[in-house]
Structures are given as C-alpha cells and as structure tokens.
C-alpha cells in the first residue's frame, strides 16, 4: 500500500458526472501495482522468493517491503501469469514455480483462515488484509486452483484439495470478523487484529472502522458460495447496512487541485464514504495525523486529493 504520486493522479484524473464518483477499474495497472503486474516472465522466475512468493516491488532488496507480500497484486499475479505461460508453453519450469507459489499462500494463511499482508510481517502487515481486496483476491484464485479451472488444469488433485481447504478457512474468517454493532451484523474493516479478529488501523489515515469499498468486495465473494443460513444471513446483514448508510444529495467533484464535497438535493443515486465509525455510522475521514475528521474538507489536501474517499461500490451488490 506504498503511496504512489504518479497512482494518485490517475484514480483521480476523471471527474465525473452526477454523483462524481472517483473510480477504477479492477483491471487497470497503475504505477503502485506490484513489479509482477508488468515484468516478463523470466524475471518473474528469477525474483521467485525461497519461501515461494514474490516481493511488491523487485528492486527493493532489505527491510519489511523485501518480504513475499499480496499486497498491490503481489504472488497472487505472479502465479496467474505463470499458469498461463505454462499452458502456452508446456515448459515445466513454469508450472513448478506457479505450484511453489501457490503452496505459499497456503503456508501464509493464519490458523484462522485470515491472510496477513505481509508473511511474517511486522505491524499492521501482521492483520488480516482486506485493504484493496488483498485477501479475496488470493481466495479467488485458490477457488479457480480448488476447481482446476482456465490455467489451472495442471494442478493435481492433492493441491486442489488443499486449496479448497483454505478457501473453506478463508469463509469461515470472513463470517467471524464480520462486525457486530449494537448485536446487529454490519460490514467490514479495511484489516482486522489476527488475535482478536476486530478492526484495525493501519497507515495513519486508515483507523480502525467499516469499510464499503473492501466489504462490497468480501459480498461479492460470499455470493459465489454455496448458501447456508450463516452465509445467507452475512451477506443480507451487510446489504441492510450498506442500505443504512448510503448518501444522497451530494457530488463529489475533482476540481483543478482538490476534491470538494457539493451539496446537490437533485442528486437521488447514492454514493458511499470509504470508512464509517463503528456504532454511530457517521462518514469518516483522517488526515496524516490521525485525526477524525467528519468532512472530508477538514483534512489537508494532499490527503482530499490522495485517496479515494468516496465511490459506489456497493451499488453492485444490491441490484
């Protein structure tokens, strides 16, 4: 999650119309993607990391960022574009780093069936990770391994299973850290404590609260599952409180320098905060020096312009 100047200017170039809702799609690469994102193949075997995964940036050599990660796309990217060279190829060099990858993740995942950001991290790298969809994304692409679905026909039934057992954990963590407000089911955080399973902070402006850009991701998951009645009941808990907290009546507009709140009654398509405070619902926002905030005018521009504080995220999960 290394801020990134160049990043920021692109999820923030488009202003866009009634409501201006900041945006980007899930496929687009931007500058603070992991070096796996766009580096060749050769240099994704080379940078393969002796416990399996792969490091966000290539270049960094020493401290926390030289560790294997899923932060900004990391392993999870690397072992999909292997899989994919292996089917083109046939060259088993690819198949047998995109296998010790994905052994990796498995040997990533807490007891708890959270992942952390970093392995073996220190700090919030240590909390299970939501934030920018980290930990459902490796769900996904163990979910395609489990089923040896696309590129992942090569991969044998003993490493299916597994992969399938770790999804199966990774559900069972997403229903226990769903939070509880008032004994009512809400949402998510951006990252959760992997002892207690409760929200957690991470950079200065990430406090700990809900989140419904990670948790409208953690929906749509959950809606791939098979239903049960826990299931069932998590993802109409979430829609009920994504229904709760909606905005209307407001634009959010990217002007020349900064990002302004409008009031507009005209407005009537609802748009979301990133985070809320946990039992009042109110939108928050946080500066650099970690202060709520309850507009996002309050805090110093570099922060109004530097992150996505607004969107309509949810929007898909209640049609």
């Avoid at 993607?33 to 290539?58: F, H, M, P, R, V």
């Avoid at 909390?127 to 991969?155: C, P, Q, W």
């Avoid at 507009?253 to 900064?258: A, E, G, N, R, Y």
Wanted: glycine share 6%.
């Amino acid at each position: 999650m290394k801020k990134t100047t160049i990043a920021l200017a692109l999820a923030f170039s488009i202003m866009l119309s009634v409501p201006a809702v900041l945006l980007q799609p899930a496929t687009t690469v931007l500058a603070a993607d992991a070096s796996g994102t766009t580096a060749s193949i050769s240099d994704i075997l080379k940078n393969q990391q002796n416990d399996g995964g792969w490091k966000k940036d290539y270049a960094v050599t020493s401290g926390e960022w030289a560790k294997s990660t899923i932060d900004n796309k990391a392993t999870y990217t690397e072992i999909r574009r292997l899989a994919a060279e292996y089917k083109k190829t046939g060259d088993s060099k690819h198949s047998s780093a995109a296998i010790k990858g994905i052994n990796f993740l498995i040997k990533m995942q807490y007891s708890n069936g959270g992942w952390p950001q970093v392995y073996q991290g220190s700090g919030y790298h240590k909390h299970i990770t939501y934030n920018d969809d980290a930990m459902i994304n490796v769900m996904i692409l163990l979910d395609e391994i489990a089923n040896r679905k696309g590129d992942f026909s090569f991969v044998d039934s003993s490493l299916a299973s597994k992969s399938k057992q770790a999804v199966d954990k990774g559900v069972d963590c997403i229903l226990k850290t769903q939070v509880v407000v008032n004994g009512k089911l809400t949402a998510w955080g951006q990252q959760h404590d992997s002892s207690t399973l409760k929200p957690a902070g991470a950079r200065s402006y990430e406090v700990p609260s809900l989140s419904a850009k990670e948790s409208t991701t953690i929906v749509k998951f959950l809606k791939t599952r098979s239903s049960t009645s826990q299931i069932s009941a998590s993802i109409k808990a979430a829609q009920d409180w994504f229904k709760a907290v909606q905005i209307t009546g407001i634009k959010v507009v990217k002007t020349s320098d900064d990002v302004v709140v409008v009031n507009d009654s005209s407005v009537t398509t609802p748009i979301w905060a990133r985070f809320y405070e946990m039992g009042t619902n109110k939108p928050i926002f946080v500066g650099r020096d970690g202060v709520v905030k309850y507009k996002l005018s309050e805090i110093e521009q570099e922060r109004r312009t530097g992150y996505s504080w607004y969107g309509n995220w949810p929007s898909s999960v209640l049609k």
